[in-house]
Structure formats: C-alpha cells, structure tokens
C-alpha cells in the first residue's frame, strides 16, 4: 500500500505542473485536450487511493473508466459546437424556427448521450464496488471536485496578479 500512495503522490505532482502552465477554459484545443485528460488521471490516481481497490478493481475499473471519460469528452466537444451553432443562428434576422428546432433537437440528444455515459459509469461501480467503497465514492466526488475548484481559483488568482 505504501508503495501505491508514493506513485500516487508521484504522478499527482507531475501532473500539477500542466495544471499551472493550462489556462482553464482558454487556448488552443489541444491544451484544453491535455488538460482534461491529466486532471481525468489525477482524480483516477486518488480515487484508487480514497477507495482503496485493489489491483484487480483497478484493473477492471481504469481502462473503461478511461474509455467512458474520453468518449463524455467527445460528447461535451460536440455540444459545444451544436450549442455555438445555436447561438449564431438565435443571433440571425430573421430567426428561422426550423433551423433552431434542428439544433435544439441535436443539443437534446447530445445531453441524452452524455447520461447514457453516466449512468454506465455507474453501473460499472456497481458491480465493481463494495458497498463502503460506493460510499467512498459519492465522497470522493464532492472532495475531489471541491478540492479541483479551489486549486483552479488560485492558479487563476495568481495569474490575475501576473
């Protein structure tokens, strides 16, 4: 277990550092990319950590973990565009019904697909997990996105100041 909480630490710090250089929510695709992708391993890391899985959950859990992550990225990628689409064409004169009824319908779907993903991530748990490590996990979640948040706010402080 010891040896688990040094990598754990290891990689935490290595990715620390693409947190300070990324500027949230700004610069090219590929920033935002690699950014979404070391905070999804960070919160994989701790979440082994705070829930104590053992090699075998590890091994199930990651790799689809990673896989339903990636494919929720996609997702939320796409709703961007779809949603962009849809404020150009609200900002148009005149407003045509049929165009914003398409793109509604398309956000629709999109978000529908993104719950489809949740609730496979946590059918995975579930048969994956213990019960105490179900538990873990719903405190895990509001910790860690907590933690995020407070870490995101005073990176973006300092760099106000700059």
Not at 22 to 42: K, V
Not at 80 to 86: F, H, K, N, P, T
């Amino acid at each position: 277990m010891r040896t688990k909480r040094v990598i754990i630490l290891l990689l935490a710090c290595l990715a620390l550092p693409t947190w300070a250089a990324a500027r949230p929510l700004q610069g090219d695709p590929q920033t935002r990319a690699r950014l979404r992708e070391n905070i999804n391993t960070l919160r994989l890391l701790r979440m082994t950590e705070a829930l104590d899985l053992t090699e075998a959950q590890t091994a199930r859990l990651f790799p689809a973990l990673n896989r339903i992550e990636k494919e929720k990225a996609e997702l939320q990628r796409r709703m961007g565009v779809e949603i962009r689409d849809l404020r150009a064409a609200l900002d148009k004169s005149p407003v045509q019904d049929a165009d914003i009824l398409v793109l509604v319908r398309r956000v629709k779907e999109i978000r529908q697909s993104v719950q489809q993903k949740d609730e496979e991530l946590e059918a995975l748990l579930d048969e994956n997990l213990t019960p105490v490590q179900k538990g873990r996990y719903l405190i895990f979640l509001v910790d860690f996105a907590r933690g995020l948040g407070e870490k995101l706010n005073r990176v973006r402080q300092i760099r106000g100041k700059n």
